[in-house]
């Protein structure tokens, strides 16, 4: 005599219980502060990192602490230009996550539409996408994001192309299946028995619906992407050296590392890290949330 | 006196949770005869499910047996270790659950999994534990067991698994079986097979039974003793017999007098007197002419094709591979309903009878044949297939599935009503305010969210939905199948009413005969995509004409 | 089920052509090879003749045709930059890539599925929130960023691993091994485990989200009921029904780390097909881009109809041609 239906809780509902968890809850609040600090780089940073004219030789590569010729302490140290490493940082955090999110947000947009586009629409269009897509997915992200980056060469816009192209078929798959489990049920089955129009049922009862599993899948890929962007920029297909994203700093540092001067790479590492690992945890406690399987 | 068998006292089994303490089971005392079945009976939040797992020991967490006692042979069982409860499930006590379809494993065979319910008792060879499976399975009746030893899950009916689930219960021939509305599932003709085959191996094996179900009918069919629980307490326990004629208890009553097998055709359920006569006396409002073939249905076909692809159709072409066959939900199927008529459709599951329904409302378009409503069809004939009338709504039958959980149900009431004109966005709110008092529920609620509701509520506001757009016709699929019977019984008397006062014509599709009995005026038969029988709800009763409408009448169980 | 497997493989040949053509285009658009061959200040003609020699002045279906047809006499092109054929350059640096890729999902999987299964079978426990925290790490943190931490302590602070290269391989079947020497195992060791951590990441949180779900089925309580023990549950039931996703990780990502397990092999400059397909890029060899993506692709189409034909295996119900 139970329901077997699941029966979404009220938002309230969501972030009381999120609420409830302090390491997710610390991420969210870190993920917020790492955006802020990005946002307002300018206004924190002690030192513009591209302004060429600030930047002395001499000050190359001073450990943590090292009050420099600007007459600041460079807490983090600095870069073998005797750039400010925590600037650099803050930029760095500037360009990973500008590169992140617009590619997430392309790369949902298109998934969203495609995805649940082919649900409605079904047939042939629905059997052709998804194979497409199946196909694409049984390749690794890095591999696609490579060969793409490396055809387009060096740049903002070339790398978020090959970020988009690695991680767009991730959306369209999970749009497309939870479309596909809303297109069945009853409610739309019921709306559409009124009848109302094929537009009116997907933009008001299937996207609204099937929009908290792409919400989840969007911040783990959010994620991914900086992660990614890391990796080209570090194998050297990524940023040209004019846009030095948080991969950049980590790999020019990374020849210094071996000789002790640790700070140039890990500092980077560190912030990287950190900005992954709390948009991760946010994800994860939401997904778990979300998971209809789990709930008694 | 020799103790019972099993004797409870005073159990309390309490859920911990944040917004506090859920007391599923609040001190309930019972016993248990040897070779007795006892009925443990009541709605769904009673706690009869978690006394059954109490007894078992198996209580999810955050729920635990504060307080009380379960002795099986004067042994107490409540404060045994983990490790000890074990070796008493399956051996001593074991259980049977409601649904076949999710409680054996999927990927593994029949053998595989009686042969680990053995072992978990037994040290036994593959060649003995063999032998063992198939001897349980030919002991519930399951034919050709070394044959079907080896099949999964899948390879069986609904109705064979659960039989599966029964061996695996009695594999080690325990001295009490619980069986959790074991037969819900399933069709009434199953059930009715189950219940026979139940009651003689209780005969046969001596075992004791508690038989755990929300359908008092079920219950009295097979128990001599049956217990009443509500909220968590057991209300009134007794005989069979007396219970169900002579109730102690005000809540006994009440859900007897919300069965529709116990009322005549046509009343309101479990009202007080005089309220029938005026209701009876109340004439027709929306009345209109007579218009004997209003709905009409020709030669109706439904067929679900498996569409292959390029490659499946180069591979048929060469003989590699198989075409798969289409099925054929809807075999050419005609009726007709008169305007104001009430027209049941009954049958058994994979009878086409949802299927037809849904065509008849324009939600299938029919692979061949035409629906008509007052001669005009009720869906565009081409491949898109547009619904073009408003005139035929429906209501579903899971009322947690037919509600947009994330639109208010003010939002999902006037959607219709604005799109087809029938009240603009401003006066929306008027409108599906007259709908919520026509249903019953406060007009104050339409900015609730469906989820905020009761099974009983979201029904209201399904039929609500289905009111608000003016229909002449109402296709309701099983609309009180999901829900318990003094919910059922309010949901019976809203239709009636409601029929009564807008003169609706209705297409009521249930496997439940005796609530098509209460509220139809003529009856369809369908079996297997066809129609068998079809006249007056009347002699459908009386004098069945054909075997499988026969069949399934016996197959109600009966209240003594 | 045999009528399965033959589709299966027939549409694994279409998908193959289709790459094969995709491939072709997507290189054939990328720079100019003839840049690459021949020095600038080489005469006009010497540039026609090698133009000729190459057949890079034909149309570029004519060209796709000729490959195809070299690819059915066996014959993968040469290399432009190594001038050698791209066979025995693949040949000779696939065994170090399929070493470190087997040694890596193996390592992964042994260790990652027992973690997952307990973490999903105690959620609430304190370890299983180690474990699951732990996940989420690995999860994170980049591939090449732990290779970088890796080198850093065993290798430099400590300097008890070796920071890069295959060490003493022997030869087996004529193909050299690292694995089967202790130096070999010694060099093998970090970058397998930097390789691994990752999948492992992958492979417990799959199992423990499986495992969890499992553990709240009526299957379960079922078996419970019957008095199966918790030993015996866990190992016959849950393994058996969260079998199917891993298997499809455990093929897919020995698939992704054969391809491309660039990021590690870069960092311990291991000789792999990695290194291999980054420099080709770079140098815009052609012909080893055309038969890396090809291979690549086989090899893909390869796995996912094995995995394909495990379900077939480990689920029933996909036996009887879908079943309902």
Redesign the interface.
């Known amino acids: 005599m139970t329901a077997t239906s699941v029966t979404p809780r009220s938002s309230n509902g969501f972030w009381a219980e999120f609420l409830r968890h302090p390491v997710p809850v610390a991420a969210a609040i870190a993920v917020v502060a790492i955006i802020l600090l990005a946002v307002f780089a300018p206004l924190i940073a002690p030192q513009d990192p591209y302004d060429l004219a600030s930047l002395v030789l001499r000050d190359a590569r001073r450990a943590p602490g090292y009050i420099g010729q600007g007459g600041y302490i460079h807490i983090l140290g600095t870069d073998s230009q005797g750039r400010d490493l925590f600037s650099a940082i803050l930029y760095g955090l500037r360009i990973s996550l500008q590169m992140g999110l617009l590619a997430g947000a392309i790369a949902f947009t298109i998934g969203a539409l495609v995805g649940s586009a082919a649900a409605y629409v079904g047939g042939r269009f629905e059997a052709l996408v998804m194979r497409l897509v199946d196909l694409q997915l049984s390749f690794p992200a890095i591999l696609l994001a490579f060969v793409v980056a490396a055809l387009l060469g060096q740049g903002k816009s070339q790398l978020i192309v090959a970020l988009v192209f690695s991680q767009y078929a991730y959306f369209v798959r999970t749009a497309h299946g939870a479309a596909a489990a809303e297109r069945n049920k009853d409610y739309v089955e019921a709306a559409l028995s009124v009848p109302m129009s094929g537009w009116f049922v997907v933009t008001r009862h299937i996207l609204p619906n099937a929009l908290p599993p792409l919400i989840v899948v969007a911040t783990v890929q959010v994620a991914s992407a900086i992660s990614l962007e890391a990796t080209l920029s570090f194998l050297g297909v990524g940023l040209p050296p004019t846009e030095p994203s948080l991969g950049m700093l980590i790999s020019t540092g990374f020849q210094y590392l071996l000789s002790g001067r640790y700070w140039i790479s890990i500092y980077p590492g560190v912030a990287l890290i950190i900005l992954i690992l709390a948009i991760n945890i946010v994800g994860d406690q939401v997904r778990d949330q979300l998971n209809p399987r789990l709930k008694k | 006196m020799t103790a019972p068998l099993l004797e409870v006292t005073d159990l309390h089994t309490h859920f911990e949770a944040r917004a506090g303490t859920v007391k599923s089971v609040d001190g309930i005392s019972f016993h248990l005869e040897r070779g007795e079945v006892l009925g443990l009976v009541g709605e769904s939040g009673s706690g009869k499910s978690i006394t059954g797992f109490s007894l078992i020991g198996l209580i999810d967490r955050p729920g635990r047996i504060v307080q009380g006692s379960i002795k099986l042979e004067g042994r107490e069982l409540v404060d045994l270790s983990e490790g000890d409860l074990r070796k008493i499930r399956g051996r001593e006590i074991s259980m049977v659950f409601q649904d076949p379809m999710m409680t054996l494993n999927p990927v593994l065979t029949v053998l595989d999994q009686m042969t680990m319910a053995l072992r978990a008792h037994e040290r036994l060879s593959d060649a003995e534990a063999r032998t063992r499976c198939v001897e349980a399975l030919r002991q519930v009746r399951i034919v050709d067991p070394e044959q079907k030893v080896d099949f999964y899950p899948h390879q069986f009916s609904g109705g064979m698994r659960q039989r599966v689930a029964i061996a695996i219960a009695l594999l080690h021939k325990p001295k009490v079986v619980i069986a959790d509305e074991p037969t819900t599932a399933l069709d009434v003709s199953v059930q009715a097979e189950i219940l026979v085959e139940v009651k003689a191996l209780v005969a046969e094996l001596g075992i004791s039974m508690i038989w755990i179900s929300h359908d008092l009918a079920t219950v009295a069919s097979i128990s001599k003793r049956i217990a009443v629980m509500k909220s968590g307490k057991i209300v009134e326990t007794g005989p069979a017999a007396d219970v169900l004629r002579a109730p102690t208890h005000p809540y006994t009553q009440l859900l007897l007098d919300a069965l529709p097998s116990r009322a005549k055709p046509g009343q309101l359920l479990g009202a007080q007197a005089g309220e029938n006569e005026a209701f009876q006396a109340n004439d027709v409002k929306g009345a209109s002419e007579p218009y004997p073939e209003f709905v009409t249905v020709k030669g109706a076909v439904k067929r679900f094709e498996w569409k292959s692809g390029f490659w499946g159709r180069i591979g048929e072409r060469l003989g590699i591979v198989k075409p798969r066959k289409a099925v054929l939900a809807v075999n050419d199927v005609s009726l007709s309903i008169a305007r104001g008529e009430a027209l049941g459709l009954v049958g058994e599951s994979g009878s086409g009878k949802s299927t037809l329904g849904r065509m008849v409302c324009g939600i299938y378009r029919p692979s061949e044949g035409e629906i008509r409503l007052a001669g005009a069809p009720v869906m565009l004939d081409s491949q898109q297939g547009r619904k073009l009338t408003t005139k035929v709504q429906m209501i579903f039958q899971d009322p947690f599935a037919s509600l947009d959980p994330r639109r208010t149900i003010g939002q999902s009431i006037a959607e219709g009503p604005i799109a087809h004109g029938l009240t603009t966005r401003a006066d929306a709110r008027s409108y599906v305010a007259k709908w919520l008092e026509a249903v019953s529920l406060d007009p104050a609620v339409a900015d609730r969210y469906p989820h905020q509701f009761s099974g009983g509520q979201r029904q209201r506001v399904a039929i609500a939905r289905a009111l608000a757009m003016r229909p002449e016709v109402i296709v309701c699929d099983e609309p009180v199948a999901s829900l318990d019977v003094s919910i059922q019984a309010q949901i019976l008397n809203l239709l009636l009413t409601l029929r009564k006062e807008l003169g609706l014509t209705l297409l009521f599709i249930s496997h439940d005969l005796s609530v098509v009995r209460h509220l139809c005026d003529r009856v369809v038969v369908m079996y297997r995509g066809k129609i068998v029988e079809e006249g007056t709800t009347e002699d459908i009763f009386r004098t069945p004409q054909d075997a499988y409408t026969r069949m399934l009448l016996e197959a109600i169980p009966r209240l003594v | 089920m045999i009528?399965f497997i033959?589709?299966r493989i027939?549409?694994a040949m279409?998908?193959m052509l289709v790459m094969s053509m995709l491939v072709f285009m997507?290189v054939f658009?990328?720079g100019n090879p003839v840049d690459v061959l021949i020095s600038p200040d080489a005469t006009q003609e010497i540039r026609q003749r090698v133009i000729e020699q190459y057949g890079l002045d034909l149309p570029v279906w004519q060209q796709y045709l000729q490959f195809m047809n070299s690819l059915l006499h066996g014959d993968l092109g040469r290399s432009f930059v190594y001038n050698m054929p791209v066979s025995e350059l693949i040949a000779s640096r696939l065994p170090a890539t399929m070493e470190l890729a087997v040694i890596a999902i193996l390592l992964a999987s042994v260790v990652g599925i027992p973690l997952g299964v307990y973490a999903g079978y105690k959620p609430d426990s304190w370890l299983s929130k180690a474990i699951m925290?732990l996940s989420?790490?690995g999860?994170?943190?980049?591939?090449?960023?732990i290779g970088?931490m890796l080198?850093?302590v065993f290798a430099?602070q400590f300097g008890i691993m070796p920071a890069g290269g295959r060490g003493d391989t022997i030869t087996l079947f004529g193909v050299p091994w690292s694995f089967l020497t202790p130096n070999g195992l010694h060099h093998l060791a970090l970058p397998a485990l930097n390789l691994s951590l990752f999948k492992m990441s992958m492979m417990i949180r799959l199992s423990a989200?499986g495992t969890?779900?499992v553990m709240?089925?009526?299957?379960i309580?079922?078996?419970?009921?019957?008095?199966?023990?918790e030993h015996?549950i866990l190992r016959?039931?849950v393994l058996?029904?969260i079998s199917i996703p891993l298997v499809t990780v455990f093929g897919?990502e020995l698939?992704?780390t054969i391809?491309?397990a660039?990021?590690t092999e870069?960092i311990y400059s291991w000789p792999g097909l990695g290194k291999l397909i980054?420099d080709s890029?770079?140098s815009l060899d052609r012909p080893v881009m055309v038969a890396y993506?090809m291979l690549?692709s086989l090899l893909?189409i390869t796995?996912?109809l094995v995995v394909d034909l495990a379900y077939a295996v480990?689920?029933?119900?996909m036996r009887?041609?879908?079943?309902?």
């Open positions: 009528a033959v589709r027939w549409q279409l998908v997507g658009v990328i925290a989420i790490l999860f994170s943190v980049p591939t090449f960023w970088l080198i850093m430099v989200s969890r779900e709240l089925t009526d299957t309580k079922f078996a419970r009921a019957a008095g199966i023990d015996t016959r039931h058996r029904l897919l698939g992704s391809a491309f660039v990021v870069t980054i890029i770079t993506l690549v893909f796995i996912n480990l689920d029933p119900r009887q041609g879908g079943g309902k």
